[in-house]
């Protein structure tokens, strides 16, 4: 079934999103909400927060589609309708994610005096808040309580998956992506790829619900990169990366998609076991030398550190890399 409303939400989503950044740009210049951009020669200071305007046209584009759908929805096999349960599933996501891109947003205001970093919420903290957003889509019990295991087949897990699985994994994915973070257009890239295969692959399975979520926010997120790569004019701080988690767990609980989810997501879990040889305390980003990115360690601690070692690389050049890996993976999950 063809339903252009999806594409017509996404298209308003990115037009917000793109409209709002300059001003977000200049109102957080104005505030001070600024960090130094580390992989840069002189560090210029660059605002930080960029979530904040992709989820603008997020919200914007969703309030279109329940808009449009309320008042005006195209008739026959062109319509796009939503029982209440769907209507509820959809509110439970949008929720979780507006609550987590809050707890992003959290994060990112704390910044050091030296406005070299932000300092961040504690780390016991972030999965505690993270859990929080989760609640909407556990209370309205969310997506599909059969799962299929190899060897065993399909398995009622009832309650279990919404109080025990869908915290897991909202919690897990909104702090995965926060992990490898921390150069120009890195987190947009990544995102752009594995949001539009997941968008794609849920409406070509008719998970319209799930779609509708990943393409809106695939529009905003393609507005944001425009000022996001290098050399960026704002960075996309926690409040994206957190949105970009948010999203990603909502489009597989709202789509039954956790195992394209997962596929597309193993680039954050070999990042996960890099960072915990460091036990968690590695940057991502290096030191710039002549116009090219060294990393600061002798040992791999990220997937950023694979381009970095011996400073052979410019920032743009290692970012197009690390896309690269992640188109491989998001295309896995239309043949695995």
Known sequence: ???????????????????AMPW?????????????????????????????????GFFVGLMFFIFFRTFFNMP????????????VLLFA?????FLVTIVGFLDDVLIHKSKEESMGLRQWQKPLLTLVAAIPLMVVNAGTSVMSFPFIGEVKLGIIYAIILVPIGFVGAANMVNMLAGLNGLEAG???????????YAYAHQQFIAALVALMAFASLC????????????????SLTYFLGGTLATIAILGDMERAALIVSIPFFVEFFLKL????NADSFGVYINGK???????????????MGKGNYTEKQIVWFIVGIQLIFSLLIWII
């Open 76 to 87: 026959g096999e062109y319509a796009l309708t939503l029982n209440t349960t769907e209507l």
């Open 93 to 97: 996501g949008f929720i979780s994610i």
């Open 24 to 56: 977000l740009i200049k109102y957080l210049r104005n505030i001070g909400l600024v960090v130094r951009d580390q992989n840069k020669d002189n560090k210029p200071l660059v605002p930080l927060s960029g979530g904040l305007g992709v989820f603008s």
């Open 223 to 238: 507005a944001f990169w425009l000022y996001n790569k290098f050399p960026a004019k704002i960075l996309p701080g926690d």
């Open 1 to 19: 079934m063809y339903n252009p409303l999806v594409f017509i939400c996404a298209i308003v989503a990115g037009i917000i999103t793109y409209l």
């Open 190 to 200: 990544m995102a752009l790829i594995y949001l539009a295969s997941l968008g794609i």
């Open 277 to 280: 040889r460091a036990r968690f």
């Open 293 to 307: 990115i060294q990393s600061k360690y002798d040992k791999i601690y990220s997937i950023t550190h694979l381009f």
